[in-house]
């Protein structure tokens, strides 16, 4: 008579042979060679060469779900959960993606089904005894609905410390400029915030307001090198206290103050002389563009200067794709982005004339690169803020939008704009201000038009 422990051995080699044979169809011509190791501790190769990343799959629920419906989501949802882990190179494993909804041949594609079907209905436990079907129970998550939450959340819950970790030395979440690829972040950073300014044509004394201020170093860098009296506001209490801790140590106190305020909120007309946002308007939502420009058409003085720094998407509109389901899912549940055409649309409907538009794709690509890099060689101090699972959100998160920037499915522009007026340019006639060496002085502005 068998005995129940050579049953559950039989069905063990089972689910292995099943998974062999998936991984084989899977991964017959991959595009980096790789490692997949089972749950039964059994090393598989794939491809020629040495391995570019290694899979470790600790039961077989993480494989059958990937392939019954999932795809790469769910692939991503066993990383998150611990179900799967990831060594080598994040983005040759991101290829998973192509390896998962990639043209196959019918007849692989019914093979796979129909193994992965047969994967699950044989699973019944992975190797820690935790029914395959109850994933969360890896993690201590009770449902569905609390996972969600508890994965949308980390974007906004997590401290200054983890963000420290990762950012330049000022704390700038947004994309860097670099003037060469080997530029460091830090420099990039200031770069950034320089390029800025002098696109604004700060001047010494004017009104600077900043929406989405983030931990306040645009503010700080224009009013201490541009010699502006700024405003910031911010939706987030953690940032605003770090803003005026910062605000303070520079002894900028009496130039630079910080709001928790929404941009809707700013009352008054024709209050500010030069405008800035960056990295904001992606959580606006398409169909309150015309308001969010129009408030900001409102602030400006006649002939004032707008510079919206932001990410565009390569089609019209945010419909249901791969990417927008997993950003709305698991980094920006409010994040909609739209062409840059659309964007430059709404803001001349609203009143503002463009005079330059800059795409800073390759910029944020490298600027992701140096964030994945940064947040990998701190691993370990990461989880002292924040859980396994939000550290490997963010790290996935940023590769993967890294290689979207690389590849040109998203872009990020800097669009600079006046509230319309008749006569004088706000500009100069020329770019060539944006690049003189640090204490040349630009030519004044306004410059009068032809007449």
């Excluded at 994040?90 to 993606?97: D, Q, T, V």
């Excluded at 196959?104 to 796979?112: E, F, N, V």
Aim: some cysteine.
């Amino acid at each position: 008579m068998q005995t129940d422990h050579s049953m559950m051995s039989a069905s063990a080699e089972r689910d292995v042979r099943l998974a062999r044979d998936i991984l084989n169809l899977l991964f017959r011509d991959p595009q980096y060679p790789l490692t997949v190791h089972l749950w039964n501790g059994e090393l598989l190769r794939f491809g020629r060469g040495a391995p570019r990343f290694g899979l470790t799959l600790h039961h077989p629920g993480a494989l059958w779900r990937a392939l019954l419906g999932g795809g790469p989501l769910a692939l991503a949802d066993g990383y998150f959960r611990g179900d799967l882990d990831i060594a080598g190179d994040l983005y040759a494993a991101l290829s998973l993606k192509s390896q998962l909804d990639g043209p196959r041949p019918w007849a692989d594609r019914l093979q796979l089904v129909a193994k992965a079907l047969a994967l699950r209905w044989r699973a019944s436990a992975d190797t820690d005894g935790t029914p395959a079907t109850q994933p969360h129970a890896r993690t201590g998550m009770s449902s569905e609905v609390h996972r969600r939450r508890r994965m949308m959340a980390h974007h906004y819950d997590v401290s200054n410390a983890f963000y420290r970790l990762w950012l330049d030395r000022q704390m700038v979440y947004s994309c860097a400029y670099f003037r060469t690829p080997d530029d460091a972040l830090d420099r990039a950073q200031t770069a950034k915030l320089e390029h800025i300014c002098r696109k604004l044509r700060l001047q010494p004394g004017e009104r600077f307001l900043d929406i989405g201020c983030g931990w306040g170093a645009l503010l700080i860098h224009a009013a201490r090198e541009h010699g502006v009296r700024a405003h910031g506001i911010t939706l987030s209490h953690r940032q605003l206290e770090m803003a005026r801790q910062r605000i303070a140590e520079a002894g900028l106190q009496g130039r630079v103050t910080v709001a928790l305020q929404d941009y809707r909120d700013l009352a008054g007309e024709a209050c500010w002389d030069k405008i800035a946002s960056v990295g904001m308007f992606e959580h606006v939502g398409l169909r309150n563009l015309p308001g969010y420009f129009a408030a900001a058409q409102r602030l400006l003085v006649p002939g004032g200067l707008m510079l919206n720094h932001g990410i565009t998407h390569e089609e019209d509109g945010w419909g249901e794709t791969l990417s927008t389901r997993f950003v709305n899912r698991y980094v920006f549940p409010d994040g909609q982005i739209d062409r840059v055409s659309k964007v430059m649309g709404h803001m001349e409907a609203q009143g503002f004339e463009i005079w330059d538009v800059e795409g800073l794709r390759p910029h944020y690509a490298l600027t992701l690169r140096h964030w994945v890099r940064r947040l990998e060689a701190r691993h370990q101090e990461a989880l002292q803020h924040v859980s396994e699972v939000t550290y490997r959100i963010w790290r996935l998160y940023m590769a993967a939008s890294a290689l979207q920037f690389e590849e040109g499915d998203i872009g990020v522009y800097q669009i600079l704009a006046s509230r319309r007026t008749q006569g004088l340019a706000p500009v100069p006639l020329t770019r060539q201000d944006l690049y003189l060496a640090p204490g040349v002085s630009p030519p004044p502005a306004p410059y009068q038009t032809a007449s």
